[in-house]
């Protein structure tokens, strides 16, 4: 009788262990995921995006010679915000083109930090091109001639 007694002793404090481990487990993942959805907080929404966008485009030129078109995006360095991915949204004067470039893709990087300049093929002359970040669509830039 006397060793079931210190079995159950160790039975109860090693379920006790396994369920403060499963509550730490919980809430690190809970904590995880409220950080990595910030734009989609109330306090975050995509009007505030456009105000003050984590990322500019600071240059977006064609150059008919070459059919090359350049957008050069400037990253905010106020702004700590995880960007997963991009979409060019790609107008010329008959359609829209999308890009999407992602950490998933293979060739194409994501800007992290500082600057980048990105270059796309195009036939016909684009007019304007916009980025969406996150699910939220920046304001468009008029692409000028190089």
């Known amino acids: 009788m006397k060793t079931k007694k210190g079995l ?5 404090t090693f379920s006790i262990l396994l ?11 809970v904590i995880k995921n409220t950080s990595q959805n910030i734009l989609d907080s109330p306090e975050f929404n995509c009007l505030n995006f456009n105000i003050e966008p984590p990322v500019k485009t600071t240059q977006a030129c064609y150059n008919p010679e ?12 106020q702004q700590d915000i995880n960007i997963n991915s991009l979409e060019f ?10 890009f999407i470039c992602s950490d998933s893709c293979g060739n194409c990087e994501v800007l992290k930090q500082g600057s980048k300049t990105y270059y796309f093929d195009f036939e016909d002359p684009p007019t304007q091109v916009a980025l969406k970040i996150n699910n939220c669509i920046l304001q ?4 000028k001639k190089c």
């Open 19 to 29: 369920i403060t481990i499963a509550c730490i487990v919980i809430v690190a993942t």
């Open 66 to 77: 070459t059919n090359k078109l350049s957008v050069k995006l400037e990253k905010s360095i």
């Open 8 to 12: 159950s002793n160790i039975i109860a």
């Open 140 to 143: 468009p830039k008029e692409i």
């Open 89 to 98: 949204i790609i107008n010329t004067v008959d359609s829209t083109e999308n």
